[in-house]
């Protein structure tokens, strides 16, 4: 299959982007100075980050926000105007179909502002239109996605778009740049302070240019994307939650507020209010490595006795602390903090410990 380009091709190309096929798209991985550089410059600066690829779309109609609820465990009912709530769409055995972020665009709920991931994009807009077909789906297909994470972020930012940096995080306002319209969230997936910025495709690369010309910003790539997300302990659609995969082994009970947990009202409810009552058979943990060797996916995850406890589902190297780290989900009993544990690679067993997340502290705007 041919990879589709973003509206930001060309300027990756022109500042020489190492480009790969990823969820359809041609996008870069890195750009010359490396993933390590990139990541570390996020870390201290401002990264610029193309993410058009991910779907955005509108939700409308009277009553919106209950009648999403009835797809996500999600409390959009309850969510102030303008403001950001993270979900996931479940499946009847409570399991995930795709993880997004939903903005509520109005007081009474009736129109809401959804950023899903790029490779289930397709498979969610399906589920809307059966679900829901009494509301409006607009997926806004003219509109490009970039991301400006660090902790100069808002300072940059800030030049171009006056009024942003007084932007709370998990909240959305509409600014006007060179008179067109941009949906700004102060958000982001890295753990950085950092705003997701929605605007017309023809004036993404007008914009992108503008940011990098400043002395905080540098164009970053996929490869600094993921190790950015690692470190924040952040879960990858497709890695470390599935549809297998329910929100509470996923770590994700935060994200299911009281009144959803008691009520349900979404696919795979029982599941989920069973797991918070009785537990899980596994749970996502944290995992630094004692050496210098990274584990990637798939690598099994075994105890003191040699017996297999659990599976790797993220795993590389952390530029931030100079070792490698991992993701992965282990029986409860191996979950503790500081719980010694080795990880299956190339048939040798690499000795890790169980690490709280996120492994580099969050750095968010509050």
């Known amino acids: 299959m041919i990879a589709s ?12 982007g190492r480009m790969v096929a990823f969820a359809g798209y041609d996008l870069p991985v890195n750009y010359p100075a490396g993933i390590i550089a990139e990541h570390l410059w996020t870390r201290e600066n401002a990264g610029l980050f193309d993410v058009s690829h991910m779907g955005q779309a509108f939700v409308s109609g009277p009553g919106a926000a209950a009648r999403l609820e009835t797809l996500l465990p999600g409390d ?8 950001i709530r993270y979900s996931q769409f479940t499946n009847a055995d409570g399991g995930i179909l795709d993880d997004l972020m939903v903005t509520k665009l109005d007081e009474a709920g009736d ?21 829901l077909p009494d509301l409006k789906l607009e997926i806004l297909q003219d509109r490009a996605l970039l991301a400006l994470q660090g902790p100069l972020a808002a300072r940059a930012l800030e030049r171009h778009i006056p009024g942003v940096s007084a932007l709370k995080f998990m909240a959305q306002q509409d600014f006007v740049w060179r008179g067109e319209t941009l949906f700004v969230s102060r958000s982001g997936y890295t753990g950085e302070d950092g705003f997701e910025i929605s605007i017309p495709a023809d004036f993404a690369e007008n914009l992108a240019e503008s940011l990098l010309a400043e002395e905080e910003v540098q164009a970053i790539g996929l490869g600094a994307r993921d190790s950015l997300r690692l470190e924040a302990g952040l879960c990858l659609y497709g890695h ?7 929100p509470i082994e996923a770590g994700l009970n935060w994200s299911i507020s009281k009144r959803r947990r008691e009520q349900g009202g979404f696919p795979g409810a029982a599941r989920v209010q069973r797991e918070l009552g009785q537990g899980v058979a596994r749970l996502r943990v944290g995992l630094i490595l004692d050496g210098k060797a990274p584990a990637r ?31 992965g989900y282990v029986a409860p009993k191996c979950a503790a903090p500081g719980t010694p544990l080795s990880l299956i690679v190339r048939g040798k067993p690499l000795p890790a410990h169980v690490k709280t ?9 509050r």
């Open 111 to 131: 129109k809401l502002f959804l950023v899903v991931n790029a490779a289930c994009k397709t498979q969610d807009f399906s589920l809307l239109q059966a679900n």
């Open 76 to 83: 959009l009912q309850g969510l102030a105007c303008k403001r």
């Open 357 to 365: 997340l996120p492994f580099v502290p969050n750095r968010y705007q």
């Open 240 to 246: 470390d939650i599935d549809a297998t995969t329910s």
């Open 297 to 327: 996916e798939g690598a099994e995850i075994v105890d003191s006795t040699g017996a297999i406890v659990g599976r790797v589902t993220s795993g590389g190297f952390s530029p931030s602390l100079s070792r490698p780290i991992a993701m």
């Open 5 to 16: 380009p973003t509206p930001l091709h060309a300027l990756h190309l022109g500042l020489g």
